[in-house]
């Protein structure tokens, strides 16, 4: 069991353990009301309803308490123990109810039906109709019970509010073929809605795989942005260091330009000076020669 599935499981649990404070609540407040209030209605006695109550809130705070621990802490065969407690036990203690009542003939047996709306949200389809099945074990080995007279005398006040199947074999057959048919009924009905809400749920989870998938893309493409951006960046910060360059190199040729003309410019002077003396020297020469020439 990963650590999801367990915390998933965990709170499942946790709802229905909040909802079962609730439950034995009141059904220990109708005892009171029906002990004290009304006549001719059987039900079990008060002092038995208060301890089958004091077991229930105390199995259920110990539910609470082990289920209060952090996921890691809570190994996965107790987890998977107190799961399949949430069912089993209600199913026993509300035929100790039935069974201390007298008869099965009690609106009481509509908490079999809560226990199975347990099991729909614990366990799946699979677990439903296995609860089903031990309901209507349970219930029908109540309902024989009652018809070979081993159930105790109804404890009531008064008038009788319920028809006995004791020894009675119609009514032995009209309880086991109608509380049957609502048990089928009801599995039928979770089912659907179990299904209904799994379909919705599984389309939530789609959703949300794809709403990380599509997150996931913006922030690879958020990532190749910045990279981008980076890149970009350094090669602004490069671009700038080479236009720097250039501009240096180009002020640097163009005072060494501005060298070679100068340079240019003095030879030019220096040689138009030297040819311009070696020229008069010619002349010189020839003067001289001339001069020679005329002494002679």
């Known amino acids: 069991m990963d650590i999801l599935e367990k915390k998933q499981t965990i709170e499942a649990v ?6 079962r404070w609730f439950l034995i609540g009141t059904i220990l407040s109708q005892a009171i009301i029906i002990t004290f209030f009304l006549e001719g209605v059987s039900v079990a006695s008060l002092r038995q309803l208060s301890v089958i109550a004091f077991i229930g ?7 609470w308490f082990y289920l209060r621990r952090s996921p890691e802490k809570i190994s996965d065969w107790g987890l998977k123990t107190v799961k399949a407690m949430q069912f089993f036990v209600d199913l026993v203690s509300i035929s100790v109810i039935l069974f201390l009542s007298g008869t099965t003939d009690k609106t009481i047996a509509v908490l079999y039906f809560i226990s199975l709306s347990v099991c729909i949200s614990l366990y799946g389809k699979k677990g439903v109709i296995v609860a089903a099945f031990c309901t209507s074990l349970f219930f029908s080995a109540l309902v024989f019970l009652e018809f070979y007279g081993f159930l105790p005398d ?19 057959i009209k309880q086991l073929i109608v509380f049957n048919n609502f048990i089928i009924a009801a599995v039928l ?17 789609d959703q949300r795989n794809d709403l990380v998938k599509k997150t996931k893309l913006l922030t690879d493409q958020s990532v190749e942005l910045t990279e981008t951006k980076n890149w970009l960046h350094e090669a602004l910060v490069k671009s700038d260091a080479a ?9 640097q040729l ?14 030019e002077k220096m040689t138009r000076l030297t040819t ?11 003067q001289i020669e001339k001069l020679k020439d005329q002494d002679g």
């Open 243 to 251: 236009r720097i360059d250039l501009q240096g190199t180009k002020e």
């Open 14 to 19: 946790k709802t229905i353990v909040k909802g």
């Open 254 to 267: 163009e005072r060494t330009n501005f060298d070679l003309r100068e340079k240019i410019e003095e030879l």
């Open 276 to 286: 311009g003396r070696e020229l008069r020297m010619v002349e010189l020469k020839k």
């Open 57 to 63: 809130y105390a199995y259920n705070f110990a539910y």
């Open 154 to 172: 109804p404890p009531i006040r008064g008038g009788i509010d319920f028809i006995s199947a004791k020894n009675n074999q119609n009514q032995l």
């Open 189 to 205: 009905f979770l089912v659907f809605m179990g299904n209904l809400f799994r379909r919705r749920e599984k389309g939530l989870i």
